[in-house]
């Protein structure tokens, strides 16, 4: 196989024939410098063509919390109170600098990804009560 920019779908199948045909070869040996540059020619192409948006912070903090067998108990040292908490993960209110803060150092999560912009779920409305 020719190395050269994958441009279209068909070609992105072939190098991934060739990259599957090479899967198993010895390092450091010419086919393996041909899998290593198919493989990165078709990272190109694939970020291109299927890019990936990073997650919202919420998702993101949601995700966290799943992975580490957390629950919303678990991030009151973030949020402060339960209510703080249930309102931040339901998407009632916005994260604070400080919870961003406190997420970064004490989850490890990036901070590029706390600061994104997300949106916030209105409360539903009340009906006004009925008088009897």
Do not use: C
Request: proline share 11%.
């Amino acid at each position: 196989m020719q190395l050269r920019p994958i441009r279209n779908e068909e070609e992105h199948e072939t190098a991934l024939a060739e990259i599957y045909a090479l899967w198993h070869v010895e390092p450091g040996t010419p086919e393996a410098d041909q899998l290593d540059v198919l493989m990165l020619l078709v990272e190109d192409y694939e970020k291109q063509q299927y890019p990936i948006d990073p997650p919202d912070p919420i998702d993101m903090i949601l995700f966290m919390m799943d992975a580490n067998g957390l629950k919303q108990k678990d991030m009151l040292p973030y949020f402060g109170t339960r209510a703080r908490a249930s309102e931040i993960l339901n998407r009632r209110r916005p994260l604070t600098l400080e919870m961003i803060r406190k997420l970064a150092d004490g989850l490890k999560l990036p901070v590029d990804l706390l600061v994104k912009p997300y949106a916030l779920q209105p409360y539903p409305e009340r009906s006004p009560a009925s008088s009897v």
